[in-house]
């Protein structure tokens, strides 16, 4: 059954603090114009808001109780034949998106200059953000993950990266290790990231899929979208491509923009470019029959 309106999921959080770094990407996303866009496509959509976690202690309580509240989000969203669009400051996010999809063979299509694969015992900067992915799987956290509501411990043999390159040889070889695929950015030659992420598509089944956009997927020749820049990413015509291919390709359960900081850089630009590829692949989605219009 295709979905018959968008659920927004509005999450304005990093590590719990609201409007604080990546936590304002969701507001710029929203003031310069996604709204607008979504009218555009006549496209029926309600806004499901994340409320403050203040109450639980320290970033790490507080961010697992976004994850709990963004499952529950996505689960009443997909209950209601609604596609679950996630607006949201950390990465992390999608560990709740699919929490809240509750579909076991779940595939992934991931969009993104780093793996979110790391554990306490291989990470060097104390980001809690680059751990969504191991807790996923049930390496990390596992009594705080395992509170989430629909968790269940998934493998990763359908998970395909595109854009994957900035990594230390330990994470390279984890995602290897991992069974997953990675379409890997490079510094010494372009990449035709569209070409390549429909070869891979049609040779392997990847739905359903959760679709994960970091926007630090973009090459670093576009400004900071965040503190972790880095080059040999997309550029914005790529972007757009894979974004128009991925629903036509795949069949999309949910798509998480993520990961911007609208004032580590020219927050307007990479705004209007995290709104063109949304809209991009909700027309797309469209197109596909996976989504009808009002």
Same mark, same amino acid.
Request: aromatic content about 8%.
């Given at each position: 059954?295709? &979905?018959? /309106?968008?659920?927004?999921?509005?999450?304005?959080?990093?590590?719990?603090?609201?409007?604080?770094? #990546?936590?304002?990407?969701?507001?710029?996303?929203?003031?310069?114009?996604?709204?607008?866009?979504?009218?555009?496509?006549? @496209?029926?959509?309600? @806004?499901?808001?994340?409320?403050?976690?203040?109450?639980?202690?320290?970033? +790490?309580?507080?961010?697992?109780? +976004?994850?709990?509240?963004?499952?529950? &989000?996505?689960? =009443?969203?997909?209950?209601?034949? $609604?596609?679950?669009?996630?607006?949201?400051?950390?990465?992390? /996010?999608? &560990?709740?998106? /699919?929490?809240?999809?509750?579909?076991?063979?779940?595939?992934? +299509? %991931?969009?993104?200059?780093?793996?979110?694969?790391?554990?306490?015992? #291989?990470?060097?900067?104390? %980001?809690?953000?680059?751990?969504?992915?191991?807790?996923?799987?049930?390496?990390? *956290?596992?009594?705080?993950?395992?509170?989430?509501?629909? %968790?269940?411990?998934?493998? %990763?043999?359908?998970?395909?990266?595109?854009?994957?390159?900035?990594?230390?040889?330990?994470?390279?070889?984890?995602?290897?290790?991992?069974?997953?695929?990675?379409? *890997?950015?490079?510094?010494?030659? $372009?990449?035709?990231?569209?070409?390549?992420?429909?070869?891979?598509? =049609?040779?392997?089944?990847?739905?359903?899929?959760?679709?994960?956009?970091?926007?630090?997927?973009?090459? =670093?020749?576009?400004? $900071?979208?965040?503190?972790?820049?880095?080059?040999?990413?997309?550029? =914005?015509?790529?972007?757009?491509?894979?974004?128009?291919?991925?629903? $036509?390709?795949?069949?999309?359960?949910?798509?998480?923009?993520?990961?911007?900081?609208?004032? &580590?850089?020219?927050?307007?630009? @990479?705004?209007?470019?995290?709104?063109?590829? +949304?809209?991009?692949?909700?027309?797309?989605?469209?197109?596909?029959?996976?989504?009808?219009?009002?």
């Amino acid at each position: 059954m295709p &979905a018959n /309106a968008i659920t927004i999921i509005f999450s304005p959080y990093h590590v719990g603090l609201r409007d604080h770094r #990546v936590g304002n990407g969701p507001h710029r996303i929203r003031r310069l114009g996604l709204l607008d866009e979504l009218e555009r496509l006549q @496209i029926k959509y309600d @806004i499901q808001k994340i409320d403050p976690v203040d109450d639980f202690e320290g970033e +790490i309580g507080r961010s697992f109780e +976004i994850l709990r509240r963004t499952s529950k &989000a996505v689960t =009443e969203a997909v209950a209601q034949s $609604k596609f679950p669009l996630v607006l949201s400051g950390n990465c992390m /996010a999608s &560990a709740g998106v /699919a929490c809240g999809l509750g579909i076991k063979d779940l595939g992934f +299509i %991931y969009f993104d200059a780093h793996d979110d694969l790391d554990s306490p015992d #291989v990470n060097e900067n104390g %980001y809690l953000d680059a751990m969504g992915l191991s807790m996923l799987r049930g390496e990390s *956290w596992k009594t705080l993950i395992s509170s989430v509501p629909g %968790y269940q411990p998934l493998e %990763y043999n359908r998970f395909l990266y595109c854009g994957l390159r900035d990594q230390s040889e330990v994470q390279r070889q984890r995602v290897i290790d991992a069974g997953m695929t990675a379409i *890997w950015g490079e510094t010494s030659h $372009k990449v035709d990231y569209a070409a390549e992420l429909q070869a891979h598509l =049609e040779k392997k089944d990847y739905s359903p899929a959760l679709v994960h956009l970091d926007l630090d997927v973009l090459d =670093e020749s576009y400004g $900071k979208v965040n503190d972790y820049p880095s080059p040999g990413g997309m550029f =914005e015509s790529d972007l757009i491509r894979c974004m128009e291919l991925v629903p $036509k390709q795949s069949l999309p359960t949910s798509l998480t923009v993520c990961s911007f900081d609208p004032d &580590a850089g020219d927050g307007d630009k @990479i705004a209007r470019i995290a709104i063109r590829a +949304i809209s991009t692949f909700i027309k797309s989605l469209i197109e596909a029959g996976k989504l009808v219009r009002d």
